[in-house]
């Protein structure tokens, strides 16, 4: 009956004291979560000798995490907003099979992945940007770390099961847990036991294990609202074509990552050399501060907007994103404000190399420029995502990164150089903003047109 509670107050407390308690400890479980990457790099950044060059190798790896992180983001993201709507029309045992067959989509995703990249890896690291001075250092990370794919998919894939039923406290702790030990482990592996980037990668293994079990060890408790059974884990058509509808848009946007990161890695490779990579990799540390914790407040607040629109309350639905995408705006617009005006600040967190610093300082600001507004697409995608809108968040998730950045920066530096690469980010950013701005006006609209005032739902 507690838990049942607890679920019920996204649909009648206090909308602004419901999502600060909401969103606060998504941005914790967020920037928590950054940590896995951040204390590595920082870490291999400073071995002694040759950390340039190990950071640079780690930062190929990256495409390879965000997609792994991708496939956890299609099953999880795609199934929890439907579990949240399902919640809202009170019904638990269908919020449960969508549960179990997200489950089994990321328990499949995992031995492909597993198997896939650990035959691959060597040529696929090279295609990322690997060069003959860092592909060892590259393999090395990446080796230990696919080990513990299954551990990535349930530690992020299932905690946002735990989110999704109001209990943004515990999904953080499941966040926590593995991030303190991760920060623990790093230095006695990399330093005390002289493992080196192989001690990073096993570091990042031991504690998503361990998230993972925290995770899976909650959803299979009495505290759980929406319990994991084993026997929803075997998929049913209706059920993963409904959850695929829905994560396809997450996957895009978390697997062109590893599409933009290839892309800009193997340009600035061509064009500048390990140098002109170190600073991507840099930067791409320095991105996911600034997103992340946007991100984190859009996740957090997302089940209040899914919940209440499964249970029809079309004015708490309208006063949710309203303030969502004000607070977003805000957020990226300050923390990207900062990189673009000191950008010293971040440069030399990841790097003793004074050379590597200074190019990073000239480049940054005109890299973050537009990311200054892109917490207005945030908001926004995360709301087209709650409302269960699939095909509006898949032209999205396609427009910024595939449409406009991957085609700019390969067709940029061919008239302006390595420069060019560095210039396509803002460019995407501000014409994927403007873009998202007018469909969104438009498509909630009609949303919230189709909510009927006595709380029900029309079908569109």
Sequence with gaps: ????????????????????????????????????????????????????????????????????????????????????????????ERAEEILGNSAGLLIIFSAFLTVGFSLFKRPVLYAFGASDSTIG??????????????????????????????????????????????????????????MGVRGAALATVISQAI??????????????VIRFQFRNIRLKGEIVRQIAGLGISPFIMQSTESLVSVTLNSGLQHYGGDLYVGTMSIMASIMQVIVIPVQGITQGVQPIISYNYGAGNRERVKGVFMRLICISFLGTFLLGGIAVAFPSLYAGIFTNNQTLIDLTCQVMPIYFLGITIFGIQSACQSTFLALGQAKVSLFIALLRKVVLLVPLAIFLP???????????????????????????????????????????????
């Design 211 to 224: 998230s993972a079990a925290w995770v899976v060890r909650f959803l299979t408790s009495k505290k759980s």
């Design 1 to 92: 009956m507690e838990e049942k509670m607890k679920e019920e107050r996204l649909g009648n407390a206090p909308l602004g004291k419901l999502m600060a308690s909401m969103a606060i400890p998504a941005v914790a479980a967020q920037l928590i979560n950054l940590l896995y990457n951040i204390v590595d790099r920082i870490y291999i950044g400073h071995i002694g000798g040759y950390g340039d060059l190990a950071l640079t190798g780690v930062g190929v790896t990256f495409p390879i995490i965000m997609l792994i992180s991708a496939f956890s983001a299609f099953a999880g993201m795609g199934g929890a907003p439907l579990a949240s709507i399902q919640l809202g029309k009170k019904n638990y």
């Design 137 to 194: 250092y590259a393999e090395s990370y990446i080796g230990i770390y696919l080990i513990g794919t299954v551990f990535v998919q349930f530690a992020l894939g299932l905690n946002t099961f735990i989110s999704g039923q109001g209990e943004a406290k515990i999904a953080m702790l499941s966040v926590l847990i593995g991030a303190v030990v991760n920060i623990v482990l790093d230095p006695v592996f990399i330093f005390v036991l002289g």
């Design 414 to 460: 061919k008239f302006v150089g390595v420069m060019g690469i560095y210039i396509a980010e803002p460019v995407a950013d501000v014409v994927s903003v403007i873009t998202t701005s007018i469909l969104f006006a438009v498509t909630v609209k009609r949303v919230l047109r189709n909510m009927g005032v006595d709380g029900i739902i029309k079908q569109n």
